[in-house]
Nanobody, 126 residues
Framework: QVHLVESGGGSVRAGDSLKLSCATSGRTSNIYGYGWFRQFPGKEREFVATIAKYAGTDRSYGDSVKGRFTVSRDNDRNTVYLQMDNLKPEDTAIYYC??????????????????WGQGTQVTVLS
């Protein structure tokens, strides 16, 4: 089993930055990719970003966050990060970290991720 715990959420002003962390534990050798998703009230989860665990710098982003968010990972710490810059009120959501037991370029479907964290709230005030 793999466990994921997000941290770093909170309330900020529009234009501010926030960095989310996701610490993984358990059978981390089963992980080949990480993802970040977000969920707005009453809506489906939305793809934010993914990054390969081993395949160099292979990563992808959702259209609404390109150029503002950066995903990274530290394999020595079994941790994945989401740096969020120039935040907007429409970024307000619960952010979830996820891990996949396989990797392919452009991975973005929720169904590809077997392991999920509990989520962390990000609120951006105008």
């Amino acid at each position: 089993q793999v466990h994921l715990v997000e941290s770093g959420g909170g309330s900020v002003r529009a234009g501010d930055s926030l960095k989310l962390s996701c610490a993984t534990s358990g059978r981390t050798s089963n992980i080949y990719g990480y993802g970040w998703f977000r969920q707005f009230p009453g809506k489906e989860r939305e793809f934010v970003a993914t990054i390969a665990k081993y395949a160099g710098t292979d990563r992808s982003y959702g259209d609404s966050v390109k150029g503002r968010f950066t995903v990274s990972r530290d394999n020595d710490r079994n941790t994945v990060y989401l740096q969020m810059d120039n935040l907007k009120p429409e970024d307000t959501a619960i952010y979830y970290c996820a891990a996949s037991a396989f990797w392919q370029a452009g991975l973005s479907a929720q169904s590809s991720f077997a392991y999920w964290g509990q989520g962390t709230q990000v609120t951006v005030l105008s």
